[in-house]
């Protein structure tokens, strides 16, 4: 198993540019998440998913959109990128009902937006 | 989870010594109690978990302790080595159902050689 992957690990964006953050997972699991982190700070939810099809908001979802059309990928897209969006972006994964509700990472995408 | 507060922001402790890190939460279905430790320029990765049904769990120099009627838990490191530094996050959640997990604000540990 690959796990969480996430698509591109680093990428720098100008103001007002677009683009999709990939992130893909291999275990099957239902629950998906967007997280964002600033430098030296916490995570902040941006949206997840509950299933294909279904979609939430977080704390954080301004600047963004997500789908989920199957049970392995979670694309987050950003529109009209700018500054504030500058931050190290986490995907992550779980399932329901398991023994643990623990989140599985990946490995993070970084983000610049200049 | 909801609203999750952790205390302190920064602890510093000799090598050797024990650390304590707390989590508050407020919502009272939580019933999955992690705690996550994040090292500089990785990923948060599981470290340590209870479930409500438990009221403390031990690994070696880790444990955790839950009050569920306090509504907080605690994270203990024993022994700490340099290697314990790190960010250390907690992610009260429900295991099913409403799945929208928020962590709390992190603690940046520092153990001093």
């Known amino acids: 198993n690959a796990g969480v992957t996430q698509t591109p690990k680093f990428r720098i964006l100008k103001i007002g540019q677009s683009m999709t953050l990939q992130c893909t997972q291999d275990?099957?699991?239902?629950?998906m998440y967007w997280y964002r982190q600033d430098p030296g700070m916490g995570l902040k939810l941006i949206y997840y998913?509950?299933?294909?099809?279904?979609?939430d908001k977080g704390e954080v979802p301004n600047g963004y959109n997500v789908s989920r059309s199957t049970t392995e990928d979670f694309p987050l897209r950003l529109e009209l990128a700018a500054p504030s969006q500058t931050s190290v972006y986490f995907c992550?994964?779980?399932?329901?009902?398991?023994?643990?509700?623990?989140?599985?990472f990946g490995e993070g995408s970084r983000l610049t937006v200049l | 989870g909801e609203n999750v507060e952790q205390h302190p922001s920064t602890l510093s402790v000799q090598e050797g010594d024990s650390a304590v890190i707390k989590c508050t939460y407020s919502?009272?279905?939580?019933?999955?109690f992690p705690w996550y430790k994040q090292e500089l320029g990785k990923r948060p990765q599981l470290i340590i978990d209870?479930?409500?049904?438990?009221g403390e769990k031990k690994d070696q120099r880790i444990a955790v302790t839950l009050n569920k009627t306090a509504k907080h838990f605690s994270l203990h490191i024993t022994e700490t080595q340099p290697e314990d530094s790190a960010v250390y996050f907690c992610?009260?959640?429900?295991?099913?159902?409403?799945?929208?997990?928020?962590f709390g604000t992190g603690t940046k540990l520092q153990v001093i050689p």
């Open positions: 919502d009272s279905a939580s019933n999955y």
């Open positions: 992610a009260p959640s429900r295991m099913r159902g409403y799945q929208k997990v928020t």
């Open positions: 998913s509950v299933g294909a099809g279904i979609t």
């Open positions: 209870i479930r409500s049904n438990v």
């Open positions: 992550a994964s779980t399932t329901p009902g398991s023994y643990t509700g623990e989140l599985f």
């Open positions: 275990m099957n699991h239902n629950y």
